[in-house]
């Protein structure tokens, strides 16, 4: 046996990026504006001031700024597990038997799980820093809730969780997690809220969605004082904050000698495929390089691929600014597919304008092809991935043997978000052959999307 | 806020040790033979030869040389997740107040969460370096069969794993995991060998300890063509295997610029502890250092500090060789406590010697107090320890808040051996007030111990 080249790649501490990037100072289109819920009109910062933290909410509409510098104390946060490491996928390359090279980076090693945290610090450190003493949210698979509760833990801040009921009851061991670092979880929909307590007597057993959580926490947020909502994806600061992932991987990238041809990255709202696209993308938008970039959504729930581009709400009784963004409807009820956290029916602004555009590419995978994928990585490479991240590496398995096929020699970079060490009874489900595909038709889609409300 | 220093210490690729470390060649009191349990003559290699893979026989007696190349087949899987971090613990420093310097070797970031991998990788090497084709294990908490299930699943290997039937229920993921890598999981006592079917005829409830499922895998082995049995802890090549933690540290230590006082980890066979510990003992043993090592066991499984130094078997059927240990009796049935990994009536032979000889300490931590370190640990560093974990913390915690006490700076390293991600079921209960410290008295213990057979 010959020894192999270098497998990982890992930063030192100094190399940590110090700033993340704001890619919507790069756009040449840029997003279309948030609009006021009420007026229609759009949004300033001081509109979300309500909401969230001030920082957040300037982030959220800086459209100047390229890089923004990351605080101190959430750097020091980040070298509790950053860099992650950046690995060259041996295993599944001889598995599949691909001249590609495939690369992954490794988000699973953070201590929680998965990239999530990367956020949920930077979140928690501006509320903690201008008097906030409260926060609420929602969490879908429960990665960002358990995130968020580590966060809101070391900055000193109290936390409610409302936790989509189907995960709240298939995934026990995340809500455990999230209570083990003191935060509060609620199942939504819950009595606690209007939002909840409307669709709980409309449908009893509604086993809940990310839209419905958010409408709870929001709720929560406005009628608590000194709290605020914050959010784990879809919004442009919580992608901004994920571009430490692409930032880091650039330098490991070129600590391995390569670039990558293609960025792959599974998607619910955007915050982890912008994380690590995003850095890379800007080398397109400035006509350096030409990299592909897809976004691997579930066959259940595909705004990218089937949805329409509208204003919509990001959340299911319309709290929320609306979004310009592909989606299939905010009422629209994902089917209890194990991966939750892509059961969202939008796509974030940023990356809605980047699909447009045709700067990015989106494909749509079946919930078994999903499973398949991951257990293939799993034997080969030794990590079991989040059922999110199994799209991910589905899209990745794609092109390798499409790469296979060609006999081209390729680099594929794409994001593992998550291990799925408590995600196993999805797993089991679908050892025992117990999932199914879960596909929409594109009328359902029709139908669904036409009860959205038209603009100007 | 001020910069702190560097928090992680991870090593290049090129310095991950290629050899590792034998501490009998170093020890002037050897560890006394083992016996052949029907002669009861010392054993020799060619004894274990239908047990075990010859070159992990020869390991295990192996009394001269110190140190034992690792093959390149096993140095290229430890790239995939080694050099694990040595981490500062600055979050747990400033929870306790303590002037202490706190390090921990992470070993949670194996893709199977323990340290376990590191022998299974090179058992499993060996196995089918000599032509088998199955292997069979026990397995208490699931850590082991789970780094075996992917060391199976790695080299090409069809396992069956016995798993304790109080930790097939209490732990259900783990026993998932194993079989998305493949594996064959039975709760042991079974009715599959004649040691499961005797032991469940006199107590049909019987929920399993780690003797019962030894001798069970060992009696399937014995059955099986081609088939070798290989074991997680205790003997003497699995520690040799986990020297590589110690080896590691070592030079991360150096990086950090400093040298342990005291080296701690959890005690269930010894594996873990003489992975981190014998790596610097040897510098005690060559009169450069006086370090102390601590090894921390569970207060309802004593052997350590309230066993007595016997010839004894490993397991509870009496299969294997008669070892010179601390043992509470191969009959004792360990309290159901969820640090599963640590029910084990006696220590390895090695690590029996050092402490008869004064060259290590032990201490028993009660379950409660466990539960409650890993709690605070979870809280200020965003680790959730194993259940087995938070007993080296638990005893970390008391060295630390003893140098408060003295005001004394002291530099304290422990072994992190795997996180709780999957034992979330012991935090829930430890959080509702439903777990219990199961001590044992010493007259219990004596009357145990009381029936082991006495030879010359």
């Avoid at 390729?410 to 489900?429: E, R």
Wanted: aromatic share 8%; net charge neutral.
């Amino acid at each position: 046996m010959k020894t192999q080249a270098q497998k990982r790649f890992i930063l030192p501490e100094n190399e940590i990026p110090t700033a993340w990037y704001n890619i919507v100072a790069d756009m040449k289109n840029k997003p279309l504006p948030m609009l006021h819920p009420g007026t229609k009109k759009p949004l300033k910062a001081e509109d979300l001031y309500p909401l969230f933290a001030k920082e957040l909410a300037h982030q959220e509409l800086n459209e100047t700024d390229r890089f923004i510098e990351i605080p101190e104390e959430v750097r020091e946060m980040y070298k509790n597990y950053r860099s992650t490491p950046l690995v060259r996928a041996y295993g599944l390359e001889k598995a599949l038997g691909t001249p590609a090279h495939i690369y992954f980076k490794n988000e699973s090693v953070s201590p929680v799980g998965s990239h999530k945290l990367n956020s949920a610090l930077a979140q928690a450190y501006y509320c903690k820093k201008e008097g906030v003493t409260n926060i609420t949210t929602e969490t879908g698979a429960g990665q960002w809730g358990a995130a968020l509760s580590y966060a809101a833990s070391a900055f000193g801040l109290e936390l409610a969780v409302y936790m989509v009921k189907i995960s709240y009851e298939q995934k026990p061991y995340r809500r455990s997690i999230m209570k083990t670092f003191g935060a509060q979880v609620v199942a939504s929909p819950s009595m606690s809220t209007k939002a909840g307590r409307k669709i709980l007597t409309e449908n009893p057993n509604y086993q809940g969605s990310l839209g419905t959580a958010i409408s709870e926490a929001i709720e929560l947020a406005q009628q608590t004082p000194n709290c605020k909502y914050v959010l784990g994806s879809v919004l442009n600061h919580v992608s901004l904050h994920q571009t430490v992932i692409g930032l880091e991987a650039e330098k490991q990238m070129e600590m391995a000698g390569e670039y990558p041809d293609v960025v792959i990255a599974c998607f619910g709202g955007g915050s982890n495929f912008g994380g690590m696209a995003f850095p890379f993308l800007r080398h397109n938008l400035s006509g350096k390089k030409n990299t592909r970039f897809v976004a691997a959504e579930p066959a259940s729930c595909p705004k990218l691929t089937h949805g329409v581009f509208e204003y919509d709400f990001g959340d299911e009784a319309g709290y929320t600014p609306l979004l310009p963004m592909f989606t299939l409807g905010h009422n629209f009820s994902p089917a209890h597919i194990h991966a939750g956290g892509l059961r969202f029916h939008g796509a974030g602004t940023i990356v809605s304008q980047l699909l447009k555009d045709k700067l990015i590419e989106a494909v749509d995978i079946k919930q078994l092809d999903s499973f398949k994928a991951g257990i293939l990585f799993a034997q080969s490479e030794g990590i079991i991935p989040a059922p999110e991240s199994c799209h991910a590496i589905a899209a990745t398995i794609q092109e390798a043997l499409k790469a296979k096929e060609e006999g081209k020699q390729k680099t594929i970079l794409f994001n593992l978000s998550g291990h799925g060490l408590i995600d196993m009874t999805a797993y089991d489900a679908y050892l025992s052959g117990d999932l199914s595909n879960y596909e929409l038709s594109d009328e359902e889609i029709k139908k669904n999307v036409s009860t959205l409300e038209k603009l100007a």
